[in-house]
């Protein structure tokens, strides 16, 4: 006997756990806007079934199905965690999302989940449909459900958000065994940035030289410098080629903006990264661990090379698309080295908007950084007094009911960070870990698949929301299509506040709630942002007529 429940895209079914939430009978969706939605299975025979998996109806031709897969987390939560969590035993969590070709297995006596996503793509009419999806084995029918979708007569604007998660090019180069730079190289890179873009990351880092990001002290990950730098009879040239190719296919992939990566070391800005040049005795690293980030060789090192970018990028086209990073999560105590570099960064690249993940509001408040961005549980000091408000999550967010998208969270938890960007006007978000699949500071390499919490030092969930599919292509999680959903619901209410102003949407937004939204309090119901989004769409359709 086969058990099928229609879910919604919010609820983690868990091999060992019925689903307990209500099953899904409606939804609504805009025209270009991309749906998700599951089936629960239980087979309840004594061996392994087969089986098959069909959608009918005239939007059949718009749903791709995968097969949800569960992922062992060694370290799913902190023990300092807040209790707004699924579980926290260490186990397997429903995450990695396969692509189906119609056929599935399931073992008797597990639950499991077949993902559908609908994505009409602004080619079908509105109006109201009927999905079917139908489950067979052996040419015959063992269970049925009807998803009624209605589409409204409206357009999601384009993503005005500024995100990027931290795309890691050496964790490609390092997992598919290919050399950096090679054609297949190239290949595999593209395929991932294609996939990113189509979730929403307009922003990627660029690795102008190899980015010192989360590398063991005196370490150092493999290069993927794009700038070649030239050293002859004590004078740098440079070669921009590999930079120019990166910029490109970004461009091609619909990439929007260029984040340049770190020119100085993580937490405090006190040493150079890795950079590599071709000398008169071979390439060797000129610059790195053993040098300090305040040196005359390394100043003058960045005040020639500044000039020659600034040059190249002006004649590329994308000079006002660049975005500057001086150190990652710099702590108060190194505010005043932090502060150097940074002046330093801005005179060299005038004009261009320099950011850093950093949560003490005296950087902002000392000067030292006009374009902050707070983690989301330090924020509150920034609303209202920065230009342009920024926000990020990693690791640390894992408590006070901030958003978040680790394994052992519920979905909820990692959409509604959409309703809380709209609300306070966020201009940016930014995410360390698209694609990070080294242990932590980038020691070993790991197996996604196998190992989700880098070692044992950030919640699984945290480093990563693509996993290495076959032939280079991308796998993605169903945390990725969350997150994409929160991407729609920020855009779908700024399609409102076009129709009928933002008081009005806000209002909307915090209908019948005794505190106001902030980014650690919100209802945890998922019927509650289920049915906010269905709310949204119903203001839409009625004030556009």
């Known amino acids: 006997?086969?058990?099928?429940?229609?879910?919604?895209?919010?609820?983690?079914?868990?091999?060992?756990q019925k689903p307990e939430g209500e099953a899904l009978n409606g939804v609504s969706l805009l025209k270009n806007e991309r749906l998700s939605f599951q089936t629960a299975l239980y087979w309840s025979g004594k061996n392994e079934g087969s089986f098959t998996v069909r959608v009918e109806g005239k939007l059949a031709s718009f749903v791709k199905a995968y097969l949800v897969k569960e992922i062992p987390s060694a370290l799913p939560v902190y023990e300092d965690r807040d209790d707004f969590y699924l579980r926290d035993t260490p186990g397997f969590y429903p995450d990695l999302l396969l692509p189906l070709n119609n056929s599935f297995t399931l073992e008797p006596e597990k639950w499991r989940s077949l993902w559908f996503e609908l994505d009409p793509a602004g080619k079908i009419k509105a109006g109201e449909y009927d999905i079917k999806i139908i489950i067979e084995s052996e040419d015959k029918i063992l269970a049925s459900e009807v998803l009624k979708a209605e589409v409204i007569n409206a357009d999601l604007p384009e993503q005005t958000l500024i995100h990027t998660n931290w795309f890691h090019t050496d964790c490609l180069a390092t997992y598919y065994g290919v050399k950096v730079f090679s054609d297949e190289y190239w290949r595999i890179t593209e395929n991932f940035v294609k996939n990113a873009v189509r979730h929403g990351i307009n922003m990627i880092l660029t690795p102008l030289f190899t980015p010192p990001l989360d590398t063991k002290v005196g370490g150092e990950r493999p290069t993927v410098q794009l700038v070649d730098v030239y050293l002859n009879n004590g004078e740098y040239s440079f070669g921009f080629d590999?930079?120019?190719?990166?910029?490109?296919?970004?461009?091609?992939?619909?990439?929007?903006?260029?984040?340049m990566s770190h020119f100085f070391t993580q937490w405090g800005a006190k040493n150079a990264?890795?950079?590599?040049?071709?000398?008169d005795k071979g390439e060797k690293m000129i610059f790195g661990w053993k040098t300090m980030a305040g040196g005359k060789k390394y100043t003058e090192f960045l005040s020639i090379f500044s000039v020659s970018l600034r040059n190249f990028l002006n004649e590329t086209g994308v000079e006002e698309r660049c975005f500057f990073h001086v150190s990652d999560e710099p702590s108060i105590l190194q505010l005043r080295t932090y502060k150097a570099r940074a002046a330093l960064i801005e005179r060299l690249f005038p004009g261009s908007p320099v950011i850093d993940a950093l949560s003490d509001f005296k950087f902002f408040k000392s000067g030292a950084v006009k374009t902050p961005i707070p983690s989301s549980n330090h924020i509150e000091p920034f609303i209202g007094n920065v230009p342009e408000l920024w926000t990020y999550y990693c690791c640390g967010q894992h408590r006070e009911y901030v958003s978040n998208r680790f394994f052992s969270m519920p979905s909820l938890r990692n959409r509604i960070l959409g309703?809380?960007?709209?609300?306070?006007?966020?201009?940016?978000?930014?995410?360390?870990?698209?694609?990070?699949?080294?242990?932590?500071?980038?020691?070993?390499?790991i197996n996604p698949f196998e190992e989700s919490d880098a070692g044992k030092a950030f919640p699984s969930g945290d480093a990563y929301v693509v996993y290495p599919g076959e032939d280079g292509k991308p796998l993605n999680s169903l945390r990725l299509k969350v997150f994409y959903d929160a991407l729609q619901d920020l855009r779908a209410l700024q399609l409102l506040e076009s129709l009928i102003g933002r008081e009005k949407v806000i209002a909307i937004l915090e209908e019948g709630l005794e505190t106001s939204i902030t980014f650690k309090e919100y209802p945890h119901e998922d019927a509650w942002l289920l049915n906010k989004r269905a709310r949204i769409n119903a203001e839409i359709k009625k004030a556009i007529g």
């Not at 990264?273 to 000398?279: D, E, L, N, R, V």
């Open 1 to 16: 006997m086969l058990t099928c429940i229609m879910l919604d895209s919010l609820q983690k079914v868990f091999s060992d």
């Open 242 to 259: 590999n930079l120019k190719k990166w910029i490109d296919m970004c461009l091609r992939c619909g990439v929007e903006y260029f984040e």
């Open 419 to 445: 309703l809380q960007l709209y609300k306070f006007d966020v201009k940016g978000f930014l995410q360390w870990g698209h694609n990070f699949w080294y242990s932590q500071y980038s020691i070993r390499e």
């Open 273 to 279: 990264p890795k950079i590599m040049a071709q000398t």
